[in-house]
């Protein structure tokens, strides 16, 4: 199998190339650091998905950001900033949504594949009852949207692909050191290893929905 990891640097994307690697997969990973990619850069993102040759059968977006700068996430309305929102959404919504715009054609139409983008459950509206974190939680609920449309248009061209949003779980990297408190929270090895049980199991009949780290569906 053929997977290509976006956002590869980054301590779950690592962990799930790692794991791929070992079950015997030829993995590709694209990142910011080793590889110039921008995920909020249309020409960016052309320039480094275009360069790639031949399809794959798994594409998992891993980028994102909880804190941006110097902005974390929000406890009142009056912290809300324009330009930490407008990041966000750039970040965690577009970036991803660029990556599934050039993505698709690296996609087979002929067999089962899928196309994942690590998304929150703190992006469900469903599951809101803690409130705060408004940029966050508004740019994953719009990335789910994204997901959830773009499985529609690509299940006319792509019939066995699952489009799929996941939610890992509160994985132990440095997106969330500052932010654990009590919640209990993984090593990112288990968390991919999770993650990567729940992908080996997607069906054409999964795209367009939206799962945790073991395999149960979130509310939108």
Request: contains cysteine; neutral net charge.
């Amino acid at each position: 199998m053929r997977v290509l990891v976006i956002g590869s640097s980054g301590g779950l994307g690592a962990a799930l190339m790692r794991a791929a690697r070992l079950r015997g997969d030829t993995v590709v990973g694209l990142s910011r650091s080793a590889d110039g990619l921008d995920v909020a850069d249309e020409a960016s993102v052309a320039t480094c998905l275009s360069a790639l040759d031949g399809e794959f059968d798994v594409v998992i977006t891993a980028t994102g950001g909880l804190e941006i700068g110097a902005h974390g996430p929000e406890k009142s309305l009056r912290a809300l900033d324009p330009a930490a929102m407008a990041a966000q959404f750039a970040l965690n919504a577009i970036g991803p949504a660029l990556v599934l715009k050039h993505a698709a054609s690296l996609l087979p139409r002929d067999r089962r594949a899928a196309f994942v983008a690590l998304s929150a459950r703190v992006g469900s509206i469903g599951d809101n009852r803690a409130g705060g974190w408004y940029s966050y939680r508004a740019a994953k609920a719009a990335l789910n949207q994204i997901i959830r449309t773009g499985a529609i248009e690509l299940a006319r061209s792509h019939r066995e692909l699952a489009c799929v949003a996941l939610h890992p779980g509160t994985v132990e990297t440095p997106l969330t050191a500052k932010y654990l408190g009590r919640h209990p929270a993984v090593p990112p090895d288990e968390a991919a290893a999770n993650l990567w049980s729940v992908i080996n199991r997607l069906t054409p009949q999964d795209t367009g929905q939206f799962f945790d780290w073991a395999g149960k569906s979130v509310d939108w």
